[in-house]
């Protein structure tokens, strides 16, 4: 009998449509083992839980490259936990705010807001699957 790929749902949330760094990751996530469900992008924040809840999926990874991540993703781990996925992993990538600024800050900032990995958009795909299996182990999901 087949495992059950874990299903991770990718996308690039609000009015962003800049989609090559997420389908990337979408595809090398496909090839190391996981189901994606890959949203593409000018994605609302609503659509991630929707997709998370409808394919009971371990994690939600966000990209925001056009600088409005902040704006988009306030109150999204509260979002997930009304909708019974408080135990879903909540990652978020890109340039996340508009202008130069520190990236720690940017870090600790998304961490507040529930995200339990935060990358700038230079981060490296191998070190997202490192990050992901180490999480989902924690979790008891691998």
């Not at 690039?12 to 996530?29: E, K, M, N, P, Y």
């Not at 600088?67 to 996340?96: H, N, P, S, T």
Request: negative net charge; hydrophobic residues 35%.
């Amino acid at each position: 009998m087949e495992e059950k790929k874990l299903t991770i749902i990718t996308g690039t949330v609000g009015q962003d449509s800049h989609t090559i760094g997420v389908s990337l990751l979408s595809r090398f996530l496909r090839e190391n083992g996981f189901n994606v469900v890959e949203l593409k992008g000018l994605t609302p924040p609503e659509d991630f839980i929707k997709a998370a809840k409808e394919t009971d999926a371990v994690a939600i990874l966000v990209s925001s490259l056009y600088g409005m991540g902040e704006m988009d993703l306030a109150g999204f781990k509260d979002k997930c936990i009304e909708a019974g996925l408080k135990d879903v992993l909540l990652y978020v990538g890109g340039y996340l705010k508009v202008g130069r600024h520190d990236w720690k800050e940017d870090e600790e900032r998304f961490k507040r807001l529930g995200f339990d990995r935060v990358y700038p958009p230079e981060v490296e795909l191998d070190q997202v699957l490192e990050d992901l299996k180490e999480d989902l182990k924690k979790k008891g999901k691998l």
